[in-house]
């Protein structure tokens, strides 16, 4: 017999902050609004239906939240191609646990990210807000 402790409800609501934050904050700065409204087409980075997931236990919600704040540490910070093996790391351990992501280092590169005007993206997050 195993027991399974499954996840608490703040873990789950950091992993859609954490995925929110990543659509909001990374996508629009390597990929244009057309691939990632494709990206959401293709669940990408989406967390599955069935809670009898690995996922939706104690450790797995707990290594998809790190994986994911360890990959944005990559890409936000000044870490070069060196970082690629921890990279691609944490991508296996969110594919593991069911997450798609089906991304590499390369994806994120410095060439990528001059290509797309995160203002005028509809994914990024207002850099104002109108109050009525």
Same mark, same amino acid.
């Given at each position: 017999?195993? *027991?399974? *402790? $499954? $996840? #608490?409800?703040?873990?789950?609501?950091?992993?859609?902050?954490?995925?929110? %934050?990543? %659509? #909001? +904050?990374?996508?629009?700065? %390597?990929?244009?609004?057309?691939?990632?409204?494709?990206?959401?087409?293709?669940?990408?980075?989406?967390?599955? *239906?069935?809670? &009898? &997931? +690995?996922?939706?236990?104690?450790?797995? $919600?707990?290594?998809?939240?790190?994986?994911?704040?360890?990959?944005?540490?990559?890409?936000?910070?000044?870490? &070069? +191609?060196?970082? #690629?093996?921890?990279?691609?790391?944490? *991508?296996?351990?969110?594919?593991?646990?069911?997450?798609?992501?089906?991304?590499?280092?390369?994806?994120?590169?410095?060439?990528?990210?001059?290509? #797309?005007?995160?203002?005028?993206?509809?994914?990024?997050?207002?850099?104002?807000?109108?109050?009525?």
């Amino acid at each position: 017999m195993k *027991v399974v *402790v $499954a $996840a #608490t409800e703040e873990q789950e609501e950091k992993l859609d902050e954490l995925i929110h %934050y990543f %659509y #909001t +904050s990374i996508f629009p700065r %390597y990929f244009n609004d057309c691939e990632i409204a494709e990206f959401l087409n293709l669940n990408t980075l989406r967390l599955p *239906v069935q809670k &009898d &997931d +690995s996922l939706y236990t104690l450790d797995g $919600a707990f290594r998809a939240i790190c994986s994911i704040q360890v990959i944005i540490l990559i890409l936000e910070g000044q870490y &070069d +191609s060196k970082h #690629t093996l921890l990279f691609d790391k944490n *991508v296996e351990i969110l594919k593991e646990l069911g997450l798609f992501f089906p991304f590499s280092y390369k994806n994120f590169s410095s060439q990528n990210e001059g290509n #797309t005007n995160i203002i005028f993206s509809m994914y990024s997050n207002p850099t104002n807000q109108l109050l009525i």
